[in-house]
């Protein structure tokens, strides 16, 4: 597959405004009493807490795919992270948990494993192959 080898995708702007979505997404999830989403079984909210965030790092590995963004990325993602646990802490329905917050490191240490492997370049496919179909 003839996946985009430059650093920045050609259609950044769009990837960005897409995961910037994504992120209020999560954050409103987070923020709502009921979002109807629970696993039920021991430590199903961390599970749920380190896939979300196993997710969202993936998604800015993918934007950003130099070694020193996506350490900043990956920054970006832990403080987005600590922010919706001081938004529960301050929302009474709901209620601020530090190992959140390690589930969500968890999450965002295991996409930086996945993103060296080929899922680094999912959204560079997505480019090379739309650019293939519309040249055929």
């Not at 989403?37 to 196993?54: E, S």
């Not at 996506?70 to 601020?96: H, S, T, Y």
């Not at 996409?111 to 080929?118: G, M, N, S």
Request: proline residues 4%; contains cysteine; glycine residues 8%.
């Amino acid at each position: 597959m003839d996946v985009q080898t430059s650093v920045r995708l050609r259609w950044h702007r769009a990837w960005v405004a897409l995961g910037g979505a994504i992120m209020l997404w999560v954050l409103w999830m987070a923020l709502t009493p009921d979002p109807g989403i629970t696993l039920a079984f021991p430590y199903g909210d961390k599970l749920l807490h380190a896939t979300t965030f196993t997710c969202l790092m993936g998604w800015w590995g993918n934007v950003y795919r130099a070694r020193r963004s996506r350490g900043w990325a990956a920054l970006g993602c832990l403080a987005f992270g600590v922010f919706i646990e001081f938004a529960q802490w301050l929302d009474p329905p709901r209620d601020a948990d530090a190992l959140d917050v390690l589930a969500d490191g968890i999450g965002i240490a295991v996409a930086l494993l996945l993103l060296r492997t080929p899922l680094a370049s999912v959204l560079a496919s997505v480019e090379a192959w739309s650019v293939r179909r519309r040249g055929s």
